[in-house]
Antibody, heavy 122, light 110 residues
């Protein structure tokens, strides 16, 4: 069974950093691109970042203004999201999701993890 | 990249059919057949319902179907059931901006 389990969320103050992790199991991790998608409280979904199955090639939503970095460790079957200079508007649940192929281009997201809550507040 | 436009809410009775629209632009839905739909129950993770506009993953009921015309994609749910009550999101590949989601539609089965 394919499983994705996020961790690392919590309460931080504006300007601080946080690193999220997503542990994958049940499939060959390096064969799939991976993405992060977030959801502000009571709001819709917003795509955040994506990374190629082999790592190296990454994409981020332009709205992030370079504050977030996606990475992966295929030896540990783990996806990461480094979030710097956090703002209150970054508050929400962060989901990791598997892309259908090695690249997330032209892909879909399936499955999704259960999400981890990030709260940015002073 | 602006979010795709979905109706905020739709409703239907058990056994009926409903359609949720998802309107984008020539930069996303109108230019690519990479539209997917997701179902999200409260407090749960989104679940893939359709991909590439019309394709159903294994395990998804045939009651869910998709279509596209111009810049608008649609999700139709036939034979509504109580468990279909959830939020539904469309998504489209956009090229340079990669992925954009709709604002979500809350389906109420009355």
């Amino acid at each position: 069974e394919v499983k994705l389990l996020e961790s690392g969320g919590g309460l931080v103050q504006p300007g601080q950093s946080l690193r999220l992790s997503c542990a994958a199991s049940g499939f060959t991790f390096s064969d799939h691109g991976m993405s992060w998608v977030r959801q502000a409280p009571g709001k819709g979904l917003e795509w955040v970042s994506a990374i190629l199955g082999g790592g190296g090639s990454t994409h981020h939503a332009s709205s992030l203004e370079g504050r977030f970095t996606i990475s992966r460790d295929n030896s540990k079957n783990t996806l990461y999201l480094q979030m710097d200079n956090l703002r209150p508007e970054d508050t929400g649940v962060y989901f990791c999701a598997r892309c259908s192929g090695r690249s997330c281009l032209w892909s879909w997201f399936d499955p999704w993890g259960q999400g981890t809550l990030v709260t940015v507040s002073s | 990249q602006s979010a795709l436009t979905q109706p905020a809410s739709v409703s239907g009775s058990p056994g009926q059919s409903i359609t949720i629209s998802c309107t984008g632009t020539t930069s996303d839905i109108g230019n690519y057949n990479y539209v997917s739909w997701y179902q999200q129950h409260p407090g749960k993770a989104p679940k893939l319902l359709l991909y590439d506009v019309t394709k159903r993953p294994s395990g998804v009921s045939i009651r869910f179907s998709g279509s596209k015309s111009g810049n608008t994609a649609s999700l139709t749910i036939s034979g509504l059931q109580a468990e279909d009550e959830a939020d539904y999101y469309c998504s489209s590949y956009t090229g340079s901006s990669l992925w954009v989601f709709g604002g979500g539609t809350k389906l109420t089965v009355v």
